[in-house]
T-cell receptor, first 111, second 111 residues
Framework: AQSVAQPEDQVNVAEGNPLTVKCTYS??????LFWYVQYPNRGLQFLLK??????LVKGSYGFEAEFNKSQTSFHLKKPSALVSDSALYFC?????????FGTGTRLTVIP | EAQVTQNPRYLITVTGKKLTVTCSQN?????MSWYRQDPGLGLRQIYY???????DKGDVPEGYKVSRKEKRNFPLILESPSPNQTSLYFC??????????FGDGTRLSIL
C-alpha cells in the first residue's frame, strides 16, 4: 500500500534562509511522488513531481525536491524563503488510481 | 483559462437534507476525483472516475454518491448528510499520468 508521512506539522524559517519540508514515503514498486501547496481559501496547486530520472526535481516558484531512494524520502527545498511562501504544503504519492496525501506541513516564513 | 469549478463554495445545512456539490472541468480530462480534507488527516479520496460512466470508490466513500454522465461534470451527492460529513471538499481532474488540477473547495457544515 502507498503512503507518505510528513513528520513536521509546522516549520518556521526566517525570510532569506533556506527551507526544507520533509516527506518520507512507503510504496510497493516505483514511486510517483508529488508536492502540492495550499494557500488560504484555495485549492491545492501543483509544485513538482518525480517519476524517474534525476534525483533533484525542479518545480514552480523556485522550489525543488530531492528524491532519495535509500532513505525513502522526498524533501521539498528552496534556497531562499520568501514571506509569500507561507502556506500549507502536502506531499503525495500516486497509486491505485488514488493520490495518497500526507497530513500537511504548515510553513511560516518570518520577515 | 483551464479550471475546475466547484459550487457552492460554502454551505450550511441540516442533517438529512439531500445536497449536491457540483464539479465541472474545462480541460477535457478523463480522470476526476473527490477528496475531503480534515485537520490532521490531510486529503482522503472519496470517489474517482476514470471516464464517463466509470466510477469507483476511494478510501472514504460511505455516505456519498457520484455520477459521471458527461466528461466535464462529476457531482458529489450526499443523500442524507450527517454531522460527521462536515468537512472541506475538493474536486480534481487530470489527464492520464499528469498532475491533478484542483478546484477551490467547498466548505460544508452539517448541523
Amino acid at each position: 500500500a502507498q503512503s507518505v508521512a510528513q513528520p513536521e506539522d509546522q516549520v518556521n524559517v526566517a525570510e532569506g534562509n533556506p527551507l526544507t519540508v520533509k516527506c518520507t514515503y512507503s510504496v510497493s514498486g516505483n514511486p510517483y511522488l508529488f508536492w502540492y501547496v495550499q494557500y488560504p481559501n484555495r485549492g491545492l496547486q501543483f509544485l513538482l513531481k518525480y517519476i524517474t530520472g534525476d534525483n533533484l526535481v525542479k518545480g514552480s516558484y523556485g522550489f525543488e525536491a530531492e528524491f532519495n531512494k535509500s532513505q525513502t524520502s522526498f524533501h521539498l527545498k528552496k534556497p531562499s524563503a520568501l514571506v509569500s511562501d507561507s502556506a500549507l504544503y502536502f506531499c503525495a504519492v500516486w497509486g491505485a488510481n488514488n493520490l495518497f496525501f500526507g497530513t500537511g506541513t504548515r510553513l511560516t516564513v518570518i520577515p | 483559462e483551464a479550471q475546475v469549478t466547484q459550487n457552492p463554495r460554502y454551505l450550511i445545512t441540516v442533517t438529512g437534507k439531500k445536497l449536491t456539490v457540483t464539479c465541472s472541468q474545462n480541460m477535457n480530462h478523463e480522470y476526476m476525483s473527490w477528496y475531503r480534507q480534515d485537520p490532521g488527516l490531510g486529503l482522503r479520496q472519496i470517489y474517482y472516475s476514470m471516464n464517463v460512466e466509470v466510477t469507483d470508490k476511494g478510501d472514504v466513500p460511505e455516505g456519498y454518491k457520484v455520477s459521471r454522465k458527461e466528461k466535464r461534470n462529476f457531482p458529489l451527492i450526499l443523500e442524507s448528510p450527517s454531522p460527521n460529513q462536515t468537512s472541506l471538499y475538493f474536486c480534481a481532474s487530470s489527464a492520464q499520468d499528469q498532475p491533478q488540477h484542483f478546484g477551490d473547495g467547498t466548505r460544508l457544515s452539517i448541523l
